[in-house]
Nanobody
């Protein structure tokens, strides 16, 4: 059974940084593309960043240059380093992977105050 557990969210002032972690179990982690999504109140869930098994990355335009996704296959963990945070980054952040279907973590709240 695939399980994804996010951590690292919290309250931070604008301009600050946070690092999210997502620990995976029950997956073929090293060959999976891993993704971070976010969902703000009243908005649709949106893709924030992805990293392939070979380390290729993709980012939403809104976070390019501020966020960095990385992975540690030895720890079955994917990270999202978030710098220069803005109030518009406030959302619940979800880790996701696809194995026959999409699996989601429970989410971690990120709140950026102005």
């Amino acid at each position: 059974q695939v399980q994804l557990v996010e951590s690292g969210g919290g309250l931070v002032q604008a301009g600050g940084s946070l690092r999210l972690s997502c620990a995976a179990s029950g997956t073929t982690f090293s060959i999976n593309t891993m993704s971070w999504y976010r969902q703000a109140p009243g908005k649709q869930r949106e893709l924030v960043a992805q990293i392939t098994s070979s380390g290729l990355t993709n980012y939403a335009d809104s976070v390019k240059g501020r966020f960095a996704i990385s992975r540690d296959n030895a720890k079955n963990t994917v990270y999202l380093q978030m710098n220069s945070l803005k109030p518009s980054d406030t959302a619940v952040y979800y880790c996701a992977t696809y194995e026959s279907r999409t699996y989601w973590g429970q989410g971690t709240q990120v709140t950026v105050s102005s």
